[in-house]
């Protein structure tokens, strides 16, 4: 290492205070990265693209770029400073070794005034190295080109740090190879990368997010949004039916930074609210997202209040007054001053916050309402019907109470098989699509704990109907029947007969569709239970993989092609495939081990943590499209997939 690259830093090298090495990242990755799974994989690019976010987000560069390659590596590379290559003065090893190979816990790693670091972001790169087959850095960097290597999780300093050469540009450049002994999927999802990106983007207005997938094409999509949030609100609203503009107030006035974009739809009670912090979602909510939701339901009713629109002077309670309302709360908030709470540290607990949003908000939004009448007057309709139906509602669930009539009366479907055990948290509903695999699943059914509602066809798409015509339809009058807890905004998650509500369709287009339609009507008519992750698909088994000579009879159920492919050399010469095309195909002892026994089985879990694949998914699978409807369930179904049965291999295996 020259003199030269030693003397030419000014920051302070030893702001690291607390150094570890990174085995423990390989022994208990989940603490790291959350899981082990696809989920826990994409960790890996978020923990690197996060580092660039934040090079971008102080001012150094505008342009991060992602390239998924084919051999199964992924770079990510940014036009910011370059991470510091000098040697540090403690630890006597380059700043960039010692970032990349070292757990820098304790200290303050970094001095960016809004940094993206929070809950399990920020990291830093050292955990995507110790869970990485190759890691490959390279800087440029006062006018030098560096590069370094790691190897076996960070063990191995293949490449110590060296200057390749001379140049004019500046940045960081980092490629890497997830290590497949950790991982249960090495697959990189397109979807789930442009989605994070694209998100990004929208958050970042003037920086461009790139993306390349070179196992597919070499084309580059390119996310710019110069109008952020007000683009965003319109493209999760893309399928919906807007009764106004997108309404958009920012404020920097103040060391706390606000953004806040809404617009209320009309063929839609749910609402949507997205809220960030440093460009970090705050799945949880917290103190901004309170001050917003008491600021405008405050700044509604003095509207209406003072132009005499209420109806009996009666004001709307806070429900009324976000039904078909997507919002985007993004705030910037100096480090110093961010607080975290809740399960997953996904609330933002800054008290601060709370008033400068509500404060901020409640004057703007007041004096939208009074320059911008026809709007007021627009969403004070939505409202009024809201309250409307609200108070419907509640009567007649009094009505119903004084008539002593319980849910317990009401009528459920013959065709319904019922769980015995009336401890509702275990039971399981398998919704099954065709008579005769229900019949199927009737008899290879835990009596005690599961439950079979066969379907009869399609399910109605209850995207684009009202909610009169939805209740007409009896398959799904059915199932609200049989859940038991109600729908729409009277849906009451807690008194859902089952703890589990289990899809069970073929594995085919025609299955996926029926996934969705299902999917379709709880997402509209009964959130809660997705929100609380009680939505399941179940995953039946794609081959089985069996040799039957008499001597011995063996047999492997396989998944995907991959498995496929195992299972034909496990099971050797003379095997025999046998493809699945629908569940009518397995006798009941073969379905039950393969998709409704809970100890064997494979469930994928919904949830909807990912805000821009919700509305496209629907877009996409209720289209006429049957092609891209294919590639997209192909390209994540099993996505999230819970890996029961394969995660129990590994505890007991392997590791
Ligand atoms: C593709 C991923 O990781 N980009 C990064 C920087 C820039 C600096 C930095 C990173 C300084 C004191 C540690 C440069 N010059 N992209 C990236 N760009 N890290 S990571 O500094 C790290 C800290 O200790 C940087 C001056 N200050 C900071």
């Not at 009202?466 to 029947?481: D, R, Y």
Request: with cysteine; aromatic share 8%; proline share 2%.
């Amino acid at each position: 290492m020259s003199e030269e690259i030693k003397n030419k830093h000014t920051y302070d090298e030893n702001d690291i205070v607390v150094l570890e090495g990174l085995e423990g990242v390989r022994v208990r990755p989940a603490m790291y990265i959350g899981s082990t799974n696809s989920t826990g994989l994409h960790h890996l690019v978020w923990e690197i693209v996060d580092n660039a976010v934040d090079e971008a987000l102080n001012g150094y560069g505008n342009k991060i770029s992602v390239c998924i390659h084919k051999d199964g590596s992924i770079t990510v590379s940014d036009e910011g400073r370059g991470i510091p290559c000098g040697i540090h003065k403690k630890e006597k090893i380059p700043t960039i070794q010692l970032i990349l190979s070292t757990l820098h816990s304790g200290g303050k790693f970094n001095d960016n005034a809004y940094s993206s670091s929070a809950g399990l972001h920020g990291v830093g790169s050292s955990v995507t190295n110790a869970l990485s087959e190759f890691f490959d850095a390279t800087v440029y960097r006062d006018g030098k080109i560096y590069n370094i290597r790691f190897e076996d999780g960070g063990r191995k300093l293949a490449k110590p740090l060296t200057i390749l050469g001379n140049t004019t540009k500046h940045g960081t450049v980092i490629t890497f190879k997830p290590d497949p002994r950790i991982f249960s999927t090495t697959d990189f999802k397109y979807d789930v990368i442009k989605n994070h990106l694209q998100e990004s983007a929208f958050l970042l207005q003037n920086v461009h997010f790139k993306l390349k997938d070179e196992r597919i094409s070499n084309e580059e999509v390119d996310f710019y949004y110069k109008d952020g949030l007000s683009e965003y609100i319109k493209n999760i609203n893309q399928n919906k039916k807007p009764i106004s503009d997108v309404v958009y107030f920012e404020d920097n006035s103040s060391d706390i930074k606000i953004k806040i974009a809404l617009q209320y739809c009309s063929d839609d009670y749910n609402e949507t609210i997205l809220s960030y912090v440093n460009n970090v979602r705050t799945r949880e909510g917290g103190t901004h997202e309170s001050g917003f939701k008491v600021a405008l339901t405050k700044a509604i009713n003095d509207y209406a209040e003072e132009n005499k629109l209420l109806k009996n002077k009666q004001r709307f309670e806070a429900n009324d007054v976000r039904q078909g309302l997507t919002s985007i709360i993004a705030l910037k908030i100096p480090e110093s001053r961010l607080e975290f709470e809740g399960q997953t540290k996904a609330k933002l607990g800054t008290q601060e916050a709370m008033s400068a949003v509500s404060n901020f908000f409640y004057t703007s939004f007041t004096h939208y309402l009074q320059e911008n009448k026809q709007f007021a007057v627009d969403i004070i309709t939505k409202c009024l019907e809201s309250q409307r139906e609200r108070i419907a509602a509640r009567k007649t669930k009094e009505e119903l109470r004084n008539s002593k009539k319980s849910k317990n009366d009401l009528p459920l479907s013959n065709k319904l098989c019922q769980a015995q055990s009336k401890d509702y948290k275990l039971n399981e509903l398998f919704i099954v699509e065709g008579d005769s695999a229900g019949g199927s699943a009737k008899l290879a059914r835990d009596h005690m704990y599961q439950a079979i509602l066969p379907l009869r066809g399609k399910p109605l798409n209850v995207d684009s109907i009202s909610t009169e015509k939805m209740l007409k339809n009896e398959e799904l009058g059915t199932l609200i029947n049989t859940i038991g807890a109600g729908y729409g905004q009277n849906f009451d998650v807690n008194s859902s007969r089952y703890g589990k509500i289990i899809i069970m369709t073929d594995a085919d287009t025609d299955g996926a569709h029926i996934q969705t339609l299902l999917l379709t009507f709880f997402y509209h008519y009964m959130r809660p239970l997705i929100m609380n992750g009680m939505v399941y698909v179940a995953v039946p088994p794609l081959y089985r993989v069996y040799k039957d000579d008499n001597k011995n009879k063996q047999q492997i159920y396989c998944w995907n092609n991959s498995e496929l492919a195992e299972a034909k050399k496990k099971i050797g010469a003379g095997y025999k495939v046998a493809r699945y095309k629908g569940l009518g195909e397995m006798n009941p002892d073969q379905l039950k081990s393969t998709t409704m026994n809970k100890k064997t089985r494979q469930l994928i879990r919904i949830s909807i943590e990912d805000p821009l694949s919700v509305e496209r998914r629907i877009s996409v699978l209720m289209g006429n499209d049957s092609n891209e409807r294919r590639k997209w369930v192909e390209e994540n179904v099993d996505f999230n997939k819970v890996d029961t049965f394969k995660d129990e291999v590994k505890l007991n295996g392997k590791k």
